[in-house]
């Protein structure tokens, strides 16, 4: 093994987003552009939002040039209530041990999210741990990101690794996914809401640890791996 891959929130720090106002955010845009109230709904993802309502504006034929603003427009002012959250993120209690063993490991560390690359930055400047890491790569890096295999292999490329040569961990089944996508080694980061979607994906990690178990377990279980 010669790199671990990091996803961010709930893995290294906690994000303290307001998820409520970002997916309404979303919607009140969608809605603004003629996707009806009842296609949308507040317990999906803002992703998942926006696949749905790309679907239907090309049903009904809408310019792909308009899809595009429809879509940077919601990029823009998610971004922006992110960007406030990584001002107040905090770190994972203990995560830097476990760093420092990746470093003493002369593992290569990269960040793998679907915060922007910007917003990412901030938060690991604002918890001072972005020396850690070589590489940094957002939703805004690749064209397909996250649990598509190409947010990976973008990381892989820059690292010089093979997908056989990682450990991705994180703590949502889309990390989980992207791993099992290339036949990657994996760690799934328990919290409390893991298991709200896609469960049978999550459980599918080589480990699972409970967050409240870092950095000991973490450790142990990075050892077993590598």
């Known amino acids: 093994m010669k790199a671990l891959i990091w996803d961010l929130d709930g893995t290294l720090i906690h994000f303290k987003i307001n998820f409520i106002k970002a997916r309404r955010t979303a919607m009140e845009i969608l809605k603004k552009n003629e996707i009806p109230k009842e296609e949308l709904s507040i317990k999906k993802s803002i ?7 790309i679907k239907i504006f090309e049903e009904n034929g809408l310019d792909p040039q308009k899809i595009n603003e429809i879509v940077e427009e919601i990029d823009r002012e998610v971004s922006n209530i992110e ?18 063993f990746a470093r003493d490991q002369k593992l290569e560390q990269a960040i793998y999210t679907y915060n922007t690359t910007k917003n990412a930055i901030t938060s690991l ?34 690292l010089d ?23 990657a080694k994996s760690v799934a980061i328990k919290t409390k809401t893991s298991g709200f979607s896609n469960k049978e994906i999550f459980e599918q990690a080589d480990v699972i640890i409970a967050q409240e178990a870092i950095p000991g377990e973490l450790i142990v279980a990075l050892n077993q791996l590598l």
Do not use: M, W
């Open 47 to 53: 992703l998942d939002n926006v696949k749905h309502a």
């Open 125 to 158: 400047k604002t918890v001072d741990l972005l020396e850690y890491f070589s590489v940094i790569a957002g939703r805004d890096s690749v064209e397909n990101p996250k649990p598509h295999k190409d947010h990976l292999l973008y990381i892989c490329n820059k």
């Open 83 to 100: 960007y406030d959250a990584a001002l107040k993120a905090s770190r994972i209690d203990g995560i830097e041990r476990v760093l420092e």
């Open 161 to 183: 690794v093979s997908p056989e040569q990682i450990i991705v961990i994180g703590d949502t089944y889309r990390d989980i996914e992207g791993a099992l996508k290339l036949g």
